[in-house]
C-alpha cells in the first residue's frame, strides 16, 4: 500500500464513522431531552433521576420509528443520509416529512470526524478529540431546542477532559484542574452579578459546566478565548436576527451553541491564537 494512500483510507473511515456517530447523535438529542422531562414529572423523582443516570435503554428502545405514524423503521431506512435521500425526506409508510437536520446533524458529525482525523492523524489523541467534538454538537443541537445543557452530557464531559490530561494529552494536569474551577466560578460570577445589576438570568448553570468542561479539556490559557469568541458569535448572530426581525429582543437566546463553536476552534488552532495574540502585543 502506498504511503500516498494512507491519508484517503484513514479520511474515508473518519467519514463513515462520523455518519455512524452521527446517525446516533440524532437519536441522543431528541430521547434524552424527553428522558429528562419525565424523569422530572416522576412522582418517585430520585428513581426517576437514578433511571436516567444508570439506564441507557431509552437510548435502544423503543426502536427507531416515525414519529408520525409510529411504524418501525427498516434497517435500510436509516442508513445514514443515503436513505433521506432515497426517500426524498419523506416516511416510507405515512409520507410525512422528516426533518432535513437529520442527515444534516449526520453530514456534520461525518466533517468534524474527518477534521480531527486530518488534525491529529490516526492516535489517542485524534480518540479524545472525536469524542469532544461530539459531544459539543450533540450540546448545541439540545441547547438549541430546549435552552438545556444535560448535567448526563456536560458532567461526563468535564471528567473526561481531566482523564485525558493525565497525559498532558492537550495541556498539563494542573492547567486542567486549574481551568476546570475557573470556568465553573468565572461564569458562575458573571451569572450573579448580571443578576444583581438587571434583575435578569442571562445565562444557565449548564454553561457554567460546559464552561468549566472546556477549561479540563484546554486549559486555564485558552478559557478568556473562547469566553471572548462565544460572545462575539452571539452578540452578532443576536443583533442579525433583531435586525432582520426574526427574533424579539426579549427572546432569551442559547448560549451552548456559540461556547461549543468557540470550544472547537480553540481545541484546533487556540494555542496559535493565544501565541499570535501574546506576540502581536510584544
Known amino acids: 500500500m502506498s504511503v500516498d494512500t494512507l491519508p484517503w483510507i484513514s479520511g474515508g473511515l473518519a467519514i463513515l464513522l462520523g455518519l455512524i456517530i452521527g446517525s446516533f447523535l440524532n437519536v441522543v438529542v431528541i430521547r434524552l431531552p424527553q428522558k429528562i422531562c419525565a424523569a422530572t414529572h416522576d412522582p418517585e423523582h430520585t428513581a426517576g433521576t437514578r433511571r436516567l443516570w444508570f439506564g441507557l435503554d431509552y437510548l435502544i428502545r423503543p426502536e427507531s ?80 431546542d430546549t435552552r438545556l445543557l444535560p448535567d448526563q452530557l456536560t458532567l461526563p464531559l468535564l471528567w473526561l477532559g481531566l482523564l485525558a490530561n493525565l497525559n498532558q494529552t492537550f495541556t498539563t494536569l494542573e492547567s486542567a484542574v486549574i481551568g476546570a474551577v475557573a470556568g465553573y466560578v468565572s461564569l458562575w460570577l458573571v451569572f450573579h452579578l448580571f443578576h444583581l445589576m438587571t434583575g435578569k438570568y442571562g445565562l444557565g448553570y449548564g454553561d457554567f459546566k460546559l464552561y468549566a468542561a472546556f477549561g479540563a479539556w484546554l486549559g486555564w490559557e485558552l478559557l478568556p478565548q473562547i469566553l471572548l469568541f462565544a460572545s462575539l458569535s452571539g452578540t452578532l448572530l443576536g443583533a442579525g436576527l433583531i435586525l432582520l426581525r426574526h427574533q424579539d429582543r426579549q427572546t432569551p437566546m442559547p448560549f451552548g451553541p456559540h461556547l461549543a463553536a468557540a470550544g472547537c476552534l480553540a481545541l484546533f488552532y487556540g494555542a496559535e491564537i493565544n501565541y499570535w495574540y501574546l506576540t502581536t502585543l510584544s
Open 65 to 144: 420509528h416515525c414519529m408520525h405514524c409510529r411504524h418501525n423503521l427498516r434497517p435500510w431506512h436509516n442508513i445514514p443520509v443515503l436513505s433521506w435521500l432515497w426517500l426524498r425526506g419523506q416516511c416510507a409508510y405515512c409520507a410525512a416529512r422528516i426533518s432535513p437536520r437529520y442527515p444534516l446533524t449526520e453530514t456534520a458529525t461525518a466533517l468534524a470526524t474527518w477534521l480531527v482525523v486530518s488534525h491529529f492523524g490516526l492516535s489517542i489523541t485524534a480518540g479524545y478529540a472525536c469524542l469532544f467534538v461530539w459531544c459539543l454538537l450533540t450540546l448545541s443541537l439540545i441547547d438549541q
